[in-house]
T-cell receptor, first 115, second 113 residues
Framework: GAGVSQSPSNKVTEKGKDVELRCDPISGHTALYWYRQRLGQGLEFLIY????????KSGLPSDRFSAERTGESVSTLTIQRTQQEDSAVYLCASSLYFGRTGELFFGEGSRLTVL | DAKTTQPTSMDCAEGRAANLPCNHSTISGNEYVYWYRQIHSQGPQYIIHGLKNNETNEMASLIITEDRKSSTLILPHATLRDTAVYYC??????????????FGKGTKLSVIP
């Protein structure tokens, strides 16, 4: 497809389990972002990838959170030992190099529910 | 990044212009004003951005005051599909941190039939 694709769209897991969320950015977009949105709240920045540069991980809330991206393709966000407060929609976005328009293209998100 | 303040919610009659205000009194000279919106259960969608001149595209118009301390997003003829949360964001144009967009809680716009 032409847009940012995220999977799974919904994930229900038990507390303590690990989860992996996937993001397929728009082809040709060198920048990729992960955001978290708790119910009724704004978006929280988690991590930013730009090409082969070291990612900006400053928004990751704890060491249980990690993300990988191979080149300019798919990214995975991994949450280990999930907690109930991790329940949220995890949004991925991609863009051309940030120095251009600054327009981010978002996916539909992955809704995570931790029981 | 400068912070923005927006009203929590607004109503607008269908077919009328929706004017969404945003205050960004601490904006720096190299920071742009961006507007995104988020329709229920979808990811945010880019609308428009500007530095100091007014901007218009097929979706909306952006009016930035001369002192750049506030701006207004105008949807000229609101439809029911424009019901969404609208986010006003300031972003450094280039250099360190320019990729970060900080989303607040935005304004919940309800377009009423």
């Amino acid at each position: 497809g032409a847009g940012v694709s995220q999977s799974p769209s919904n994930k229900v897991t038990e507390k303590g389990k690990d989860v992996e969320l996937r993001c397929d950015p728009i082809s040709g977009h060198t920048a990729l972002y992960w955001y978290r949105q708790r119910l009724g709240q704004g978006l929280e920045f988690l991590i930013y990838f730009q090409g082969n540069s070291a990612p900006d991980k400053s928004g990751l809330p704890s060491d249980r959170f990690s993300a990988e991206r191979t080149g300019e393709s798919v990214s995975t966000l991994t949450i280990q030992r999930t907690q109930q407060e991790d329940s949220a929609v995890y949004l991925c976005a991609s863009s051309l190099y940030f120095g251009r328009t600054g327009e981010l293209f978002f996916g539909e998100g992955s809704r995570l529910t931790v029981l | 990044d400068a912070k923005t303040t927006q009203p929590t919610s607004m109503d607008c009659a269908e077919g009328r212009a929706a004017n969404l205000p945003c205050n960004h009194s601490t904006i720096s000279g190299n920071e742009y004003v961006y507007w995104y919106r988020q329709i229920h259960s979808q990811g945010p969608q880019y609308i428009i951005h500007g530095l100091k001149n007014n901007e218009t595209n097929e979706m909306a118009s952006l009016i930035i005051t001369e002192d750049r301390k506030s701006s207004t997003l105008i949807l000229p003829h609101a439809t029911l599909r424009d019901t969404a949360v609208y986010y006003c964001i300031v972003r450094v144009g280039s250099g360190a941190g320019s990729y970060q967009l900080t989303f607040g809680k935005g304004t919940k716009l309800s377009v009423i039939p």
